[in-house]
């Protein structure tokens, strides 16, 4: 055996399997390999699986033997493999390993560095003095002809106008999870590096999954991560995931979500579901869904957000700037910040740059913005637009006809509500 000998899965599948002396034994069906999971190496983010065993066809039957008594050379452009002895491999073996050519062949596989998901054409392994390990995987149009066995030719043919076929690899440590209804199956460290992504394009790589996998790569969310992605992902996706998800689970992320998104996506499931959702959600977390959902679609009511912030007139500005620092908002939460009196009617509003820009012992009453501009919850939605448009806001506070504050509409919504309109036309 050489010191270190490289090769993809599509060369060795189907070559013949030799005996010490040099005579075929049989033909190589699949590599089984020892794959990866957190727990048997919780410390180790570089770990590879290792060819434990072969599957092969000997004597007409199929047999799994153990891998530690084949060398691999290279002769001659031709890979060779020798078995010495054949020890068929016994149950213990097996734990924790899977086929190779079987099991990540023609998947989809996240790419962790790429953000997307990708379709694996080939695989790469090598072999070293301490055993053979896949080191990656091939993406790209060369693995796909490899598989085939065109690729030399294409090669040849494209040399002569001085180009290559398209070689692309992603290395087994920035793989991901497979698209495949065994999702215990997992390469690399898939479940702790999925987490990583930007929630924006996780929601990407699971629209494009199929739709079981789709549901348990979500479960395997933390609820926080979960509430985050809901929320970038397309409607058909949203109630296919709410309506396969387990009811615990489903009202565990809704908690965590703007009450008008959950209003949102429960308003297209099936009504039976939504009331077991809302019955399973915490009573202040469901009756504030509860009122969004009395909204028809043309009120503004339906559009608002009930998540905002207000201060009173004689907080000083150090002490509104302390209680922003505490609450940590979501963004579109300071568009504008509301002023409002022990009843929580709306008095005025007061700018972030206002706030940054004073000086901290002035009382809000001295930089708000009286007569502030706003919306009842039961005005018609179509005045919004316009609303935004001839002020230059941000952010509307919606109120009742008391003027107690019932919420407020950012400009996002609006601008999400306008388009949705148009495709719709």
């Known amino acids: 055996m050489t010191a270190q000998t490289t090769f993809y899965l599509s060369q060795i599948i189907g070559i013949k399997l030799y005996d010490s002396n040099g005579n075929s ?8 390999i020892y794959h990866f999971s957190p727990a ?26 153990s891998f530690k008594h084949i060398e691999i050379s290279h002769i001659e452009n031709k890979y060779i493999f ?12 097996f734990n924790n390993t899977i086929p190779l050519a079987k099991n990540i062949l023609d998947r989809q596989i996240v790419d962790i560095n790429g953000r997307k998901l990708v379709r694996v054409n080939d695989v790469r392994l090598v072999t070293i003095p ?24 294409v090669n040849k043919i ?3 106008a001085k180009k290559s076929l398209n070689t692309n690899f992603i290395l087994w440590d920035d793989v991901g999870t497979l698209d495949d209804n065994n999702f215990n199956i997992k390469l690399s460290r898939s479940s702790s590096k999925l987490h990583t992504l930007h929630p924006s394009d996780l929601a990407d790589i699971i629209e494009e999954m199929g739709k079981s996998t789709r549901t348990k790569v979500f479960a395997s969310l933390d609820e926080e991560k979960a509430a985050d ?45 939504a009331e077991l959702l809302l019955n399973e959600m915490e009573k202040a977390s469901s009756e504030e869904v509860r009122e969004l959902l009395e909204y028809s679609g043309k009120e503004v009511g339906s559009l608002m957000t009930t998540d905002y912030l207000s201060f009173n007139e004689s907080m000083t500005v150090r002490e509104t ?28 509003t007061v700018s972030l740059r206002d706030l940054v820009i004073s000086d901290e012992n002035i009382m809000l ?10 919306v009842f919850d039961d005005d018609n939605i179509d005045s919004l637009a316009e609303i935004i448009s001839k002020y230059d806001l941000l952010a509307i506070p919606v109120t009742n006809k008391e003027m107690k504050m019932e919420g407020m509409v950012v400009i996002d919504d609006i601008v999400e509500d306008l388009l949705h309109k148009r495709k719709t036309k």
């Open 229 to 273: 992605v809901l929320e970038e992902l397309e409607p058909y996706a949203q109630a296919h995931i709410i309506e396969n998800l387990s009811i615990e689970k489903a009202a565990d992320v809704l908690e965590k979500m703007p009450a008008d998104e959950v209003a949102d996506l429960l308003d297209v499931i099936e009504e039976e579901r």
């Open 82 to 93: 020798s078995c010495k002895q054949i020890v068929d491999m016994v149950e213990s073996d």
């Open 365 to 374: 009453e001295k930089i708000m913005q009286r007569n502030a501009i706003s």
């Open 40 to 65: 048997n190496h919780p410390d180790d983010d570089a770990f590879r699986p290792v060819v434990v065993g072969v599957k092969a066809k000997i004597d007409g039957k199929i047999r799994f033997i």
């Open 130 to 153: 301490s055993g053979t390990f896949v080191i990656a995987v091939d993406i790209g149009t060369e693995g796909l002809l490899r598989r085939i066995g065109i690729a030399g030719v």
């Open 321 to 348: 700037l302390d209680e922003l620092r505490k609450q940590k908002p979501e963004a579109d939460m300071i568009y504008s910040l509301f002023v409002t009196d022990t009843e929580e009617r709306l008095v005025a």
């Open 158 to 160: 494209l040399s002569l």
């Open 25 to 32: 034994i049989g033909k190589i069906l699949d590599f089984i």
